[in-house]
Protein backbone atom coordinates (compact mmCIF):
# COMPACT_ATOMS: atom_id res chain seq x y z
CA UNK A 1 0.00 0.00 0.00
CA UNK A 2 1.45 3.47 -0.98
CA UNK A 3 2.18 6.13 1.66
CA UNK A 4 2.70 9.67 1.30
CA UNK A 5 5.30 11.13 3.90
CA UNK A 6 5.59 14.68 4.75
CA UNK A 7 8.59 15.78 6.29
CA UNK A 8 10.42 19.11 7.17
CA UNK A 9 13.88 19.88 6.54
CA UNK A 10 15.65 22.60 6.62
CA UNK A 11 12.30 25.27 6.92
CA UNK A 12 11.19 23.81 4.03
CA UNK A 13 8.15 21.08 3.49
CA UNK A 14 8.60 17.58 1.55
CA UNK A 15 6.71 14.85 0.38
CA UNK A 16 7.54 11.81 -0.61
CA UNK A 17 6.02 8.07 -1.34
CA UNK A 18 6.86 5.05 -0.23
CA UNK A 19 5.21 1.73 -1.95
CA UNK A 20 6.98 -1.28 -0.30
CA UNK A 21 5.46 -2.67 2.44
CA UNK A 22 9.02 -3.75 4.36
CA UNK A 23 10.32 -0.01 4.72
CA UNK A 24 9.24 2.31 7.35
CA UNK A 25 8.91 5.70 5.83
CA UNK A 26 8.96 7.43 9.41
CA UNK A 27 12.31 5.77 9.84
CA UNK A 28 13.50 7.20 6.39
CA UNK A 29 12.53 10.40 6.93
CA UNK A 30 13.93 10.20 10.69
CA UNK A 31 17.30 9.00 9.14
CA UNK A 32 17.20 11.85 6.55
CA UNK A 33 16.41 14.35 9.14
CA UNK A 34 19.24 13.09 11.33
CA UNK A 35 22.23 13.46 9.01
CA UNK A 36 20.44 16.52 7.93
CA UNK A 37 21.01 18.37 11.41
CA UNK A 38 24.39 16.18 12.06
CA UNK A 39 25.98 18.02 8.83
CA UNK A 40 24.20 21.35 9.34
CA UNK A 41 26.07 21.75 13.00
CA UNK A 42 29.10 21.49 11.15
CA UNK A 43 28.33 24.51 8.82
CA UNK A 44 28.62 28.29 10.00
CA UNK A 45 24.97 29.22 11.53
CA UNK A 46 24.58 31.67 8.67
CA UNK A 47 24.79 28.85 5.78
CA UNK A 48 21.69 27.41 7.35
CA UNK A 49 19.92 31.12 5.79
CA UNK A 50 22.18 31.52 2.57
CA UNK A 51 23.72 27.83 1.07
CA UNK A 52 20.50 25.15 2.33
CA UNK A 53 21.82 23.41 -0.81
CA UNK A 54 25.19 22.76 0.29
CA UNK A 55 23.51 21.00 3.69
CA UNK A 56 21.36 18.79 1.73
CA UNK A 57 24.28 17.57 -1.10
CA UNK A 58 26.68 17.03 1.84
CA UNK A 59 23.79 15.08 4.07
CA UNK A 60 23.03 13.07 0.25
CA UNK A 61 27.05 12.15 0.22
CA UNK A 62 27.13 10.79 3.56
CA UNK A 63 24.25 8.92 3.32
CA UNK A 64 24.99 7.66 -0.43
CA UNK A 65 28.64 6.50 0.90
CA UNK A 66 27.12 4.35 4.19
CA UNK A 67 24.91 2.98 1.18
CA UNK A 68 27.86 1.66 -0.50
CA UNK A 69 29.91 0.68 2.46
CA UNK A 70 26.62 -1.26 3.42
CA UNK A 71 26.45 -3.01 0.28
CA UNK A 72 30.30 -3.66 -0.37
CA UNK A 73 30.05 -5.15 3.19
CA UNK A 74 26.56 -7.18 2.35
CA UNK A 75 28.74 -8.58 -0.84
CA UNK A 76 31.74 -9.50 1.45
CA UNK A 77 29.20 -11.28 3.65
CA UNK A 78 27.29 -12.89 0.79
CA UNK A 79 30.77 -14.22 -0.41
CA UNK A 80 31.88 -15.36 3.11
CA UNK A 81 28.83 -17.59 2.98
CA UNK A 82 28.86 -19.01 0.07
CA UNK A 83 32.77 -19.78 0.44
CA UNK A 84 31.37 -21.76 3.98
CA UNK A 85 28.93 -23.47 2.28
CA UNK A 86 30.72 -25.19 -0.23
CA UNK A 87 33.62 -25.93 2.38
CA UNK A 88 30.79 -27.37 4.48
CA UNK A 89 29.28 -29.41 1.40
CA UNK A 90 32.84 -30.72 0.26
CA UNK A 91 32.89 -31.96 4.11
CA UNK A 92 29.71 -33.37 3.99
CA UNK A 93 30.92 -35.28 0.91
CA UNK A 94 33.63 -36.49 2.46
CA UNK A 95 31.67 -38.07 4.90
CA UNK A 96 28.78 -39.89 3.31
CA UNK A 97 30.28 -40.67 -0.19
Not at 3 to 32: C, K, M, S, W, Y
Not at 37 to 55: C, D, G, W, Y
Not at 72 to 97: E, Q, Y
Amino acid sequence: MEQLITIELLGETFQFRVDEAHLNPREIAEHLTAEIETVSEQFPRHVLKTNKMAIVVSAALNITKQYFELKTNHSALLSNVADRTLKLDDLLDKINP
